[in-house]
């Protein structure tokens, strides 16, 4: 079982930037891989970046890629979404999400967070 917690949202203006942490809880948080999904007011909850167990590879979503950086610390069972130029359209409930697999479909993910919510004013 992982217990997912996340933290660093908030009110920003276009153009700033935010860091996004997940803490796990559970021994095991090595062996999952990681990601970050979105889901705004009125929408489908969509991806925006992954990272693998190991911090070897990482997959960013069309949006994200440029101006987010996903991390981790294996050490401190945390991972980060650096969010960079942030614009009113990231404005969404961003979640961190857990897997044992290879997949990165919504479907696909194992446990979730609850979310912490990023408002971006223009």
Do not use: H
Not at 55 to 83: C, E, H, P, W
Not at 98 to 103: E, I, N, Q, V
């Amino acid at each position: 079982q992982v217990q997912l917690v996340e933290s660093g949202g908030g009110s920003v203006q276009a153009g700033g930037s935010l860091r996004l942490s997940c803490a796990a809880s559970g021994r095991t948080f090595s062996s999952y891989a990681m990601g970050w999904f979105r889901q705004a007011p009125g929408k489908e909850c969509e991806f925006v970046a992954a990272i693998t167990w190991s911090g070897g590879t990482r997959l960013y979503a069309d949006s994200a890629k440029g101006r987010f950086t996903i991390s981790r610390d294996n050490a401190k069972n945390t991972v980060y979404l650096q969010m960079n130029g942030l614009k009113s359209e990231d404005t969404s409930v961003y979640y961190c999400a857990a897997t044992r697999g290879t997949s990165w479909s919504i479907e696909a993910m194992d446990y979730w967070g609850k979310g912490t919510l990023v408002t971006v004013s223009s």
